[in-house]
């Protein structure tokens, strides 16, 4: 069983930036691919950016392409998502999520992959 806590969101203005975290209790956490997803209000949750085990494969929602960076820090056991050119339509509940049954280089960009999903952060954007 992994926990996952994500941290770092708030509120910005548009055009602004924040950094969220997403620790991870396992001593393993290079077995894990992880992802970010969000869930605005009275939408179903979407997925945002994923890496893989290795932190060499990357891939992102076209919405957030070039706009957004996923990383991982294996030695902190922490996956970030680095979001800056923040627009209203960013706001959501972030979630991070594990998923323990991929290749070294695999990335995964679908929820039913995803075993294990943090509580979430908020994120609001105001224009």
């Known amino acids: 069983q992994v926990q996952l806590v994500e941290s770092g969101g708030g509120l910005v203005q548009a055009g602004g930036s924040l950094r969220l975290s997403c620790a991870a209790s396992?001593?393993?956490?290079?077995?894990?691919?992880m992802g970010w997803f969000r869930q605005a209000p009275g939408k179903e949750r979407e997925f945002v950016a994923a890496?893989?085990?290795?932190?060499?494969?990357?891939y992102y929602a076209d919405s957030v392409k070039g706009r957004f960076t996923i990383s991982r820090d294996n030695a902190k056991n922490t996956v970030y998502l680095q979001m800056n050119s923040l627009k209203p339509d960013d706001t959501a509940v972030y979630y991070c999520?594990?998923?323990?049954?991929?290749?070294?280089?695999?990335?995964?960009?679908?929820?039913?992959?995803?075993?294990?999903w943090g509580q979430g952060t908020q994120v609001t954007v105001s224009s």
């Open positions: 999520a594990a998923d323990p049954h991929q290749g070294y280089f695999f990335v995964v960009t679908t929820t039913r992959e995803y075993d294990y």
């Open positions: 890496i893989s085990r290795s932190g060499d494969n990357t």
């Open positions: 396992t001593r393993t956490f290079s077995n894990y691919a």
